[in-house]
Structure formats: C-alpha cells, structure tokens
C-alpha cells in the first residue's frame, strides 16, 4: 500500500474507509522494517568472519550467545587450520537467515576442529619411503641423510617440550607453515627451543646469541637425533646448516672413542661456496667437541687438502673432488653412516649425478 492510496481513502470522505488504509499502512510499515534490505545481505561477509580474525559487529545481532560462543571457538581453531577457511566458503553464499547461519556456524566449527587435527598430525600418505619428510617454505632443498641402524629411542623428547600443550605445538606448526609427513608417524615435537635440546646447559652454548631454532631447525632436529632419513625443504638462510650440522656433530661426539677414528659424516655440497659455509658454521660446533670437519673442493690443490683430510671426522665436499679422493683412496668412506646432500635438486641438476652413483657404494 503506498502513500497515494492513503491519501485517495481519505479523500473518499468515509472515516472508517480511511482509518482501515491507516492501520494497513502502519502494518506495512513495521513489515518492511524486520525484511532484510539489500544491505543485509552482507552474510557471506558475516560467515566469512567464521574463519577470518575480525568478527564484524553485525554477526552479534544475527547469532544467539552460544552461536557467538561457536563462532569465537572457530575463529580461534580456524586460524590454525587455514583449510578450514576454503572449506567453509561455499557454504556462504545460500544462506540467509539465523537458522541457516547457526548451521553454517557448526559445520565451520567441525570443520576447523578437524582441519586442526589434520594439521596437527603427521600425514598419513607417505609412499613406502622410510624417509620423513620435512617441508617449511619451498625455495631450495637439502637431502639429508640420518644414521643407519641407530635404535630409534636414542631421541627421547624432553619432559619440558612432552608438557607443552598440543595447541602450542599446533600453533607453531602452523604459524611457521611446517608440513611433516612421517611414514612411521612418530610425530615428534619440532624442538621449538633450544632448552629442549638434548644434553645438557654446555652443550646449548653455541647458540647463545640465537633466540629459537629456527622451523627447519626445530622440525628435523627430533628426527635426525633419532637417527632418522629426512629431507628439508626450507628457503635459503633458513638454518638449514645447523639443522643437519647439530645432530651430525652430536652422534659424532657420542661415539666413544675407540669408534671414532675415521671420517664418520660426508656432506656434499653443489658448489665450493657453498661447501665453505658449511664447513666454516660446522667447525664452530665441532672443534669444542672434539670432532674434526675438513672441507675439499676442485680448483685448489689436492695436496693440500690430503693433508688436512688426516683425523677428519667429518667431509664436507663438492661432488668432483670428493670423487677424486674416493678413486685415489685418499677418502674412505666405509664408516661414514651420516650423509648430507644438500640442495639435492641442485647436485642433480648441476650434473653431479654420475659422481653421486660412483660414491653409492660408500
Ligand atoms: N636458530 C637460529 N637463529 C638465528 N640465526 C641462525 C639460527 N640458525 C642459524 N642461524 C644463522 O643464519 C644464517 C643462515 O644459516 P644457513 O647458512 O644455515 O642457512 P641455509 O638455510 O643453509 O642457507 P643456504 O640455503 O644459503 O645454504 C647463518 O649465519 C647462521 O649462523
């Protein structure tokens, strides 16, 4: 009913006539205030909010206490489980009103709470390798080799880092986007810091000017000190070199000493830069161990670096002369059960193959 034919009943002179459009065009009225106008349909934005860190102030009006209560608890999982945020989505656009809403609601919050369980738990679909596989970013990659034959209980998690809860571990999973795929599903606990470390205060003492390890640090750590393959993807600078020094250098220390004559860890490395980084962060772990790290690369003399290969504990190398010394027996390989490739991608790439199948029988 609009305005004109209010005016045309009264107009007619009947009061009763007029006093009847009267009461229809209130009625209307107070309808058209409780529809939905355009705005509103703002809801995909309000279910959006169900994952997203902000809640718009709208979403109070439209969901009971404890839907607003639902809604927190998913916000709060959800922003571990960034998953749940492409699952949730379609269910946005269908909805309208507050009982489709409150369905959303639940079916986000069970989706965030099994999108954290999934991020939380090692993935389930590892091809038969006996590797675990430890991704934190995707820029250049580092095969790293564990101990063969070591009884897996060697690594026993300190109680600190047992105690944490799981929503703690959860968080820096996700906040640092690790992915780890463990085929024997040990799910250990990245070590996300250094007093979680193994041994004792003294033994932490290198990383005294560090605030945490970093997540590739924290994430192979467990793994390797269990004596474990893995294989670390993390961007360049990540730590990369102290996630597979640390462990390397502690298995080596460990040996008691009628065992640890002779080059126990071979590193290969792409290029002689490369080799000399490792080999430069290595030494300053290893000499207060009593472990000695040689480094050998093509382009300087192979006397000299005979030489130095004496007592070494472990080799860093790049895949040329590493070959060369192997040929001429000037390294022995034999006990060497740590091996690190790094930037594998780049070592194959870079036509180090044929050297790395001539030293596969190591
Ligand atoms: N936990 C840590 N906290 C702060 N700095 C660290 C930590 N661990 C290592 N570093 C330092 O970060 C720098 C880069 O580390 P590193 O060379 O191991 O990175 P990377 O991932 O191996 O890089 P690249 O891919 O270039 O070889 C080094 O100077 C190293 O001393």
């Known amino acids: 009913m609009s305005k004109r034919s209010h005016d045309d009943a009264a107009a007619s002179g009947d009061p009763k006539e007029a006093r009847r459009e009267a009461k229809r065009l209130k009625k209307e009225k107070k309808a058209q205030k409780t529809e939905p106008s355009d705005g509103d349909v703002a809801v995909p934005a309000q279910l959006d909010a169900v994952v997203s860190e902000k809640q718009p102030t709208s979403t109070d009006e439209i969901l009971s206490k404890d839907e607003r209560k639902a809604l927190r608890r998913a916000q709060k999982q959800a922003a571990r489980a960034p998953e749940a945020r492409e699952v949730a989505r379609p269910a946005t656009g269908t909805l309208g009103d507050q009982e489709a809403a409150a369905k959303a609601e639940r079916k986000a919050v069970k989706l965030a709470e099994k999108s954290t369980r999934k991020v939380a738990k090692p993935s389930e679909h590892v091809n038969g390798q006996t590797s675990g596989e430890i991704t934190a970013g995707d820029k250049h990659g580092a095969g790293i080799s564990g101990r063969e034959n070591v009884d897996e209980s060697a690594y026993r998690e300190d109680t600190g880092l047992a105690a944490l809860p799981q929503s703690d571990i959860d968080a820096f999973v996700a906040d640092n986007h690790l992915a780890i ?86 590193m290969v490395s792409p290029t002689r830069e490369l080799a000399m980084q490792i080999h430069e962060q290595l030494v300053k772990l290893a000499e207060p161990a009593g472990v000695k790290v040689v480094c050998v690369y093509g382009g300087m003399s192979k006397d000299e670096q005979r030489r130095t290969l004496k007592g070494a504990h472990v080799v860093v190398a790049t895949p ?24 594998a991608d780049r070592l194959r790439r870079g036509g180090a193959q044929d050297h790395l199948d001539n030293g596969a029988n190591w």
């Open 181 to 266: 795929e463990d085929p024997h599903k040990q799910a250990y606990r990245p070590i996300i810091d250094f007093k979680y470390l193994p041994g004792d205060a003294t033994q932490r003492a290198p990383f005294a000017n560090f605030s945490a390890p970093t997540p590739i640090q924290a994430a192979c750590w467990p793994y390797l000190f269990a004596g474990r393959d893995v294989i670390g993807v993390a961007e360049t600078g990540s730590g990369k070199t102290l996630a597979f020094g640390l462990p390397c250098v502690r298995y080596i220390a460990s040996l008691p000493k009628s065992m640890r004559s002779g080059v126990k860890a071979c």
């Open 320 to 343: 040329g002369r590493l070959n060369d010394f192997l040929q001429e027996g000037a390294i022995d390989l034999s006990g060497a059960t740590y091996v690190v490739l790094d930037e």
